[in-house]
């Protein structure tokens, strides 16, 4: 499966971003799905991911509540609506696909397909 993050940029504190994720390759229905992130000079962190299904759902704790994932089977895409975001959240977001069980994964070991990423930057 590949995959292509859009919807990155600069956006004041405070404000919101709706990262996209497209699939193509192979059905993402075959995969769980996660939002990963890395700042300069930071590890990479499992922010986000939601089951194949999606019907089960991982925040990092820093994020609960400000962001929300979502899964679209039909059309092969898999979102990251961001509010209420912070200077901290600068980082390169990228998704990623697993063939693992969802209740095995525990981080970026768990996922064999990449994408890119994307620049979120958070400063006013």
């Known amino acids: 499966v590949q995959l292509v993050e859009s919807g990155g940029g600069l956006v004041q504190p405070g404000g919101s971003l709706n990262l996209s994720c497209a699939a193509s390759?192979?059905?993402?229905?075959?995969?769980?799905m996660g939002w990963f992130r890395q700042a300069p000079g930071k590890e990479r962190e499992y922010v986000a991911g939601?089951?194949?299904?999606?019907?089960?759902?991982f925040y990092l704790d820093s994020v609960k509540g400000r962001f929300a994932v979502k899964k679209n089977n039909a059309d092969d895409t898999v979102h990251l609506q961001m509010n209420s975001l912070k200077p901290e959240d600068t980082a390169v977001y990228s998704c990623?696909?697993?063939?693992?069980?969802?209740?095995?994964?525990?981080?970026?070991?768990?996922?064999?397909?990449w994408g890119r990423g994307t620049q979120v930057t958070v400063s006013a």
């Open positions: 939601i089951s194949r299904t999606g019907t089960s759902s």
């Open positions: 990623a696909a697993s063939g693992n069980s969802w209740f095995a994964i525990t981080g970026e070991a768990d996922f064999g397909a």
């Open positions: 390759g192979r059905p993402i229905k075959l995969y769980n």
